[in-house]
């Protein structure tokens, strides 16, 4: 079974992360999974290099046209314009959750020192599927305003953990994907039924930003459907497609950011307090959602990027991702065949003490902070970072994604300070699509006065 039980037992991720601080190795690690079946561990930044950029062909089979079409999308130049979409949406979470803390559903609490709870994850979720829906696509989810909205709905289904989803996914080493999806279990018909709801919504928001751009107004916004469009370099299904990517992975990776930030702010106090006087020094208040908010207007926190890089290292929401040996090859020297699965683990490469030193597990924002760190947080090698991965298959959406997490942080720690419901909670990790806290995390926020 060679080490089949820690793999399953612990988080995804987390043996991986172990082995590379604790197993002598020259960048690459050999293990065995279920029926030992090989897999190969990359770990330093040589054999990343060879992986992710030398050789990045020899290990996945290459999408270029799509990936090509959709770059415009995602240049920074083009990201900067919606900043104001985030801030917008940043705004209207927290005067939201401004109001359930005033208006609490919960029994009030017997010590009135303390403000009522709220389940940060939901409220991330919900948040960042709107800001996926206003930047994505020009059309409002309004997740935010109302959980019970279609698509919310349907996609908590897909990330809601099950008992149900668990066994299947257990079992699927075993048993060929075709048979699996036989068995009449309610998580077989739940999966396919959710995809075609999120589908539909997507061919029907691709089909109107088409007649807009048919018609005489053919400025149809900055979203990232109508530059897509604007390129005549897909057909409608490669779009749906393409959309269908961008809303899973996109909302439910930064939610997952915001749920670790929130988490580690309320372990760290007094970074917390440090981060919200920077944000209120430099930021127009969270009332004013039409402030003009800019990558310039950003740049001037340094202390937020630093607490935000510093959680995408040390948390990354995908923390485990596998590539197969497209042909006969070589990492390092060292010879891999044809089929071979190869492991890229964040969680492991982002922790690991021979690249960051032996603080390496903890969460220190400080060393991005250092000069000439900004970028590297004191790493000597970009390949210490592997939360987006490098090279021609790095994340599409990571200026996307860096900014939203940035400006919905600074809303959140702007007006609230946060504690724990359960400042002794065991934290477990529920493994899955991302790497969120099992259980969700309850945040008591108390709006602070002034901003």
Same mark, same amino acid.
């Given at each position: 079974?060679?080490?089949?039980?820690?793999?399953?037992?612990?988080?995804?991720?987390?043996?991986?992360?172990?082995?590379?601080?604790?197993?002598?190795?020259?960048?690459?690690?050999?293990?065995?999974?279920?029926?030992?079946?090989?897999?190969?561990?990359?770990?330093?930044? %040589?054999? @990343?290099?060879? /992986?992710?950029?030398? &050789? $990045?062909?020899?290990? =996945? #089979?290459?999408?270029?046209?799509?990936?090509?079409?959709?770059?415009?999308?995602?240049?920074?130049?083009?990201? %900067?314009? @919606?900043?104001? /979409?985030?801030?917008? &949406? $940043?705004?209207?979470? =927290? #005067?939201?959750?401004?109001?359930?803390?005033?208006?609490?559903?919960?029994?009030?609490?017997?010590?009135?020192? %303390?403000?009522?709870?709220?389940?940060?994850?939901?409220? $991330?979720?919900?948040?960042?599927?709107?800001?996926?829906?206003?930047?994505?696509?020009?059309?409002?989810?309004?997740?935010?305003?109302?959980? %019970?909205?279609?698509?919310?709905?349907?996609?908590?289904?897909?990330?809601?953990?099950?008992?149900?989803?668990?066994?299947?996914?257990?079992?699927?080493?075993?048993?060929?994907?075709?048979?699996?999806?036989?068995?009449?279990?309610?998580?077989?018909?739940?999966?396919?039924?959710?995809?075609?709801?999120?589908?539909?919504?997507?061919?029907?928001?691709?089909?109107?930003?088409?007649?807009?751009?048919?018609?005489?107004?053919?400025?149809?916004?900055?979203?990232?459907?109508?530059?897509?469009?604007?390129?005549?370099?897909?057909?409608?299904?490669?779009?749906?497609?393409?959309?269908?990517?961008?809303?899973?992975?996109?909302?439910?990776?930064?939610?997952?950011?915001?749920?670790?930030?929130?988490?580690?702010?309320?372990?760290?106090?007094?970074?917390?307090?440090?981060?919200?006087?920077?944000?209120?020094?430099?930021?127009?208040?969270?009332?004013?959602?039409?402030?003009?908010?800019?990558?310039?207007?950003?740049?001037?926190?340094?202390?937020?990027?630093?607490?935000?890089?510093?959680?995408?290292?040390?948390?990354?929401?995908?923390?485990?991702?596998?590539?197969?040996?497209?042909?006969?090859?070589?990492?390092?020297?060292?010879?891999?065949?044809?089929?071979?699965?190869?492991?890229?683990?964040?969680?492991?490469?982002?922790?690991?003490?021979?690249?960051?030193?032996?603080?390496?597990?903890?969460?220190?924002?400080?060393?991005?902070?250092?000069?000439?760190?900004?970028?590297?947080?004191?790493?000597?090698?970009?390949?210490?970072?592997?939360?987006?991965?490098?090279?021609?298959?790095?994340?599409?959406?990571?200026?996307?994604?860096?900014?939203?997490?940035?400006?919905?942080?600074?809303?959140?720690?702007?007006?609230?300070?946060?504690?724990?419901?359960?400042?002794?909670?065991?934290?477990?990790?529920?493994?899955?699509?991302?790497?969120?806290?099992?259980?969700?995390?309850?945040?008591?926020?108390?709006?602070?006065?002034?901003?």
């Amino acid at each position: 079974m060679g080490q089949f039980v820690a793999i399953r037992t612990e988080p995804t991720g987390r043996p991986q992360q172990r082995w590379i601080n604790e197993i002598p190795n020259d960048g690459l690690i050999r293990y065995l999974n279920v029926f030992n079946e090989e897999r190969l561990l990359i770990t330093d930044p %040589k054999a @990343l290099a060879e /992986v992710l950029t030398i &050789k $990045s062909y020899d290990f =996945v #089979k290459p999408s270029q046209v799509q990936r090509k079409n959709l770059m415009p999308a995602f240049a920074y130049r083009h990201i %900067k314009d @919606l900043y104001p /979409v985030f801030w917008a &949406k $940043s705004s209207e979470m =927290v #005067k939201a959750l401004t109001d359930i803390i005033a208006s609490p559903d919960e029994e009030p609490s017997s010590d009135i020192s %303390k403000p009522p709870a709220v389940e940060i994850g939901e409220w $991330s979720s919900r948040s960042t599927l709107d800001i996926i829906g206003s930047a994505g696509m020009g059309h409002d989810f309004g997740a935010i305003k109302d959980p %019970k909205t279609e698509l919310n709905v349907t996609y908590r289904k897909i990330f809601q953990p099950s008992r149900q989803g668990a066994i299947l996914g257990l079992l699927s080493l075993f048993i060929p994907f075709w048979l699996l999806r036989l068995i009449p279990v309610s998580r077989n018909q739940e999966i396919p039924a959710a995809v075609k709801t999120i589908r539909r919504i997507c061919r029907q928001l691709i089909e109107a930003k088409k007649q807009a751009l048919d018609s005489k107004n053919r400025d149809t916004g900055k979203d990232i459907i109508s530059v897509a469009l604007s390129s005549g370099g897909f057909t409608e299904e490669m779009l749906v497609d393409q959309m269908m990517t961008f809303l899973a992975a996109g909302h439910e990776t930064t939610a997952t950011a915001i749920l670790w930030a929130v988490y580690v702010l309320c372990q760290n106090p007094l970074y917390q307090t440090r981060l919200r006087d920077e944000i209120r020094s430099n930021l127009p208040s969270i009332e004013d959602p039409s402030a003009p908010i800019t990558a310039e207007t950003l740049d001037r926190l340094p202390f937020l990027h630093a607490v935000c890089n510093e959680v995408l290292r040390l948390h990354p929401p995908v923390t485990l991702t596998l590539r197969e040996v497209a042909r006969n090859t070589t990492i390092c020297g060292q010879y891999v065949p044809k089929g071979t699965k190869i492991i890229l683990a964040p969680a492991a490469v982002n922790t690991n003490k021979a690249l960051w030193g032996a603080d390496a597990l903890e969460f220190n924002p400080e060393r991005w902070l250092a000069p000439g760190n900004a970028n590297s947080g004191g790493a000597t090698s970009n390949y210490a970072m592997l939360t987006f991965l490098h090279g021609p298959r790095s994340c599409i959406g990571q200026a996307f994604a860096k900014a939203e997490f940035a400006i919905l942080m600074a809303g959140l720690v702007g007006r609230f300070e946060m504690e724990l419901e359960d400042p002794g909670m065991e934290v477990k990790i529920q493994t899955g699509i991302t790497a969120r806290i099992k259980g969700g995390l309850n945040v008591r926020m108390r709006a602070v006065e002034g901003w």
